[in-house]
């Protein structure tokens, strides 16, 4: 082929080129025109003042912003806390030790009350000069003495015993440590397990129904009941130490457990979807209408989560809540506050 024959077909070849592309552009422009125009509609026309996002009513539907009423909803507040099972060693031989005084006690009460009466006895006798001499009254009378320090040594050490309990144990576990049927009995004789665990400093725990589970373990748990404060630490956790009272696991002294806090009294609000929730400045915020064209942005605070959602109780079931659109109007509430700065 001739360099002239071959020159003439690279133009012919540049020229269908040439063509195609612009047959391609002439074709595209009526789709890239709808594209514009959708992406108007999607970004309404929108403006801020203070703290509201201002979007008229027609603006608004043609972006898909959705408002609806939240429906009522019900949270009970729960916590965690960890715990271990108390070792109740000390608790079985301190009410074994207290009962045997007590039988001690029974035993030198009796005996002081017939060496009173011997005393008595001797005493009418030698008043009246009869069978009683003077050194059977003094023996009559060291023996009272004796029988008394007796049973107040004994009297003296079941208290300590009692003592003990309180300064371990706290005053629930000190309570008639020598009757039956007390949280010491039943927990000596392994009907009960004692859980400690500790709260945050300061933290009141009135008002709060106890669970208590196994660490690693899914179940609710079991209901146990408040006991009161513990004067023994948590060895490795810090805070107020308690006692909690509940069914016998079987597990070993010192497991640890899960404790788990619900408020006893439910608070009332509203279940917040996930759909009006967006995020920002790593908090939840919503978007509510306050006027037919003016939205503002509020903060949901404390995250409690529900099954669907957030509870929120600063909300009502009459709110008008942004359920679709919520990050639209977010994006228009930051774009504007952009544009003004760059403005200025």
């Known amino acids: 082929m001739s360099d002239r024959l071959r020159f003439f077909a690279l133009v012919v070849q540049a020229v269908v080129i040439i063509g195609l592309i612009w047959t391609l552009a002439w074709f595209g422009r009526d789709e890239f025109q709808a594209d514009g125009d959708d992406e108007e509609l999607a970004t309404p026309p929108a403006t801020v003042v203070g703290d509201k996002v201002v979007i008229a009513p027609d603006a608004q539907r043609a972006a898909g912003i959705v408002v609806q009423t939240p429906p009522a909803a019900e949270y009970r507040a729960s916590q965690r806390y960890f715990g271990v099972v108390a070792d109740p060693r000390t608790l079985v031989d301190a009410r074994q030790r207290y009962l045997n005084l007590g039988t001690q006690v029974v035993a030198a009460e009796a005996v002081l009350a017939q060496r009173r009466a ?73 009907e009960v397990e004692l859980v400690q665990f500790v709260l945050p400093a300061g933290l009141d725990p009135k008002g709060t129904q106890w669970r208590v589970n196994v660490v690693n373990a899914e179940a609710p748990g079991v209901v146990a009941k408040l006991v009161g404060r513990s004067p023994q630490a948590v060895p490795g956790l810090q805070g107020d130490t308690w006692l909690l009272a509940a069914p016998p696991g079987g597990l070993p002294a010192g497991a640890r457990v899960r404790v788990l806090a619900d408020s006893s009294a439910a608070a009332s609000g509203v279940r917040v979807p996930p759909a009006a929730i967006v995020r920002f400045g790593g908090k939840a915020w919503v978007y509510v209408r306050v006027a037919p064209d003016q939205f503002q942005r509020r903060a949901l605070g404390t995250e409690r989560p529900l099954a669907d959602g957030l509870f929120s109780d600063a909300l009502t079931v009459d709110t008008q809540l942004v359920t679709g659109g919520a990050q639209l109007l977010l994006s228009e509430e930051f774009k504007f506050q952009i544009k003004n700065e760059n403005t200025d």
Request: charged share 30%; hydrophobic share 45%; no cysteine.
């Open 118 to 190: 011997d005393l008595a006895r001797i005493q009418s006798l030698f008043d009246e000069g009869r069978n009683a001499t003077a050194r059977e009254l003094e023996l009559a009378q060291a023996n009272v003495a004796n029988e008394e320090q007796r049973l107040n040594a004994l009297l003296t050490e079941r208290r300590a015993v009692a003592d003990g309990l309180r300064v371990v144990w706290g005053e629930a576990l000190a309570e008639r440590p020598g009757d039956t049927g007390t949280l010491l009995a039943r927990a000596a004789a392994r």
